[in-house]
């Protein structure tokens, strides 16, 4: 069995056994193929270019309107929970990207389509 290297240890890779593989290595050999197989287990319920209009509307009105980046994130969270009706969802992100803001859209797209007369 082959086993993926602990590379933060003190002993030199070259006196590891030949059956472990770094995992640096590991992500080269195989990193195309593992994110090809979750691509297919699990695709994507977003792409940019099918962002909502009403949700960019809704954003526009914001009174701190997010940048693109964080608007493409919020319109796939966004599709997650409403296109595809899941009960939540995660979003992560680098600090400073002003997690706790951007997902404050999705809530005014929910009451506006509500409250909406048809």
């Given at each position: 069995m082959t086993t993926i290297a602990n590379t933060t240890t003190s002993t030199p890779?070259?006196?590891q056994p030949t059956s472990v593989i770094a995992l640096a290595?590991?992500?080269?050999?195989?990193?195309t193929a593992l994110r090809a197989a979750v691509d297919q287990q699990n695709p994507p319920v977003f792409h940019p270019e099918d962002t909502c209009p009403l949700r960019d509307a809704v954003m526009?009105?914001?009174?701190r309107a997010p940048?693109?980046?964080q608007r493409e994130a919020v319109q796939a969270l966004a599709a997650l929970l409403f296109d595809h009706a899941e009960k939540a969802a995660v979003m992560n992100g680098e600090m400073g990207w002003a997690k706790p803001k951007s997902p404050s859209a999705p809530p005014q797209w929910h009451r506006r389509k509500a409250t909406r007369v048809p």
């Open positions: 890779l070259a006196t290595e590991f992500v080269k050999d195989f990193g526009d009105g914001l009174l940048f693109p980046a």
